[in-house]
Nanobody, 116 residues
Framework: QVQLVESGGGLVQAGGSLRLSCAASGSILSFNRMGWYRQAPGKYRELVATITNGGSTNYADSVKGRFTISRDNAKNTVFLEMNSLKPEDTAVYYC??????????WGKGTLVTVSS
C-alpha cells in the first residue's frame, strides 16, 4: 500500500514562510485528489487545500492568498507553500490522498508552530 510521509514543518515567526512536502511511496497519479489538512490543539481537523489530478485547486478561506498547493507527478510529491504565516496557522498538518474509489489515505503529520 502506498504510504504518505510529510516533512518541512517546524517553528517559524509570524510573517514567515514554510514549505511542506508530502512524499508518496507510489505514483500519485493513482489518486484522484491530494490535499493538506490541519488540526490545531483542541480543534477538529480541517481542510487547508486540495489539488486534483487535473491540477484544479481548492483552498480554505483562511489561507487563500497565503498558501499554495502544488504537485510534482514525476517525484510523487505534493507541496504546500505557506507564506505570511500567522499564530493561528499553528497545527499538525496532514497529507491526504483520495483514490478513484473514494478511499482515504493519510500521512502521520508534521507540526507547524508559528510564534507571535
Amino acid at each position: 500500500q502506498v504510504q504518505l510521509v510529510e516533512s518541512g514543518g517546524g517553528l517559524v515567526q509570524a510573517g514567515g514562510s514554510l514549505r511542506l512536502s508530502c512524499a508518496a511511496s507510489g505514483s500519485i497519479l493513482s489518486f484522484n485528489r491530494m490535499g493538506w489538512y490541519r488540526q490545531a490543539p483542541g480543534k477538529y481537523r480541517e481542510l487547508v487545500a486540495t489539488i486534483t489530478n487535473g491540477g484544479s485547486t481548492n483552498y480554505a478561506d483562511s489561507v487563500k492568498g497565503r498558501f499554495t498547493i502544488s504537485r510534482d507527478n514525476a517525484k510523487n510529491t505534493v507541496f504546500l507553500e505557506m507564506n505570511s504565516l500567522k499564530p493561528e496557522d499553528t497545527a499538525v498538518y496532514y497529507c491526504n490522498a483520495v483514490n478513484y474509489y473514494g478511499a482515504d489515505l493519510w500521512g502521520k503529520g508534521t507540526l507547524v508552530t508559528v510564534s507571535s
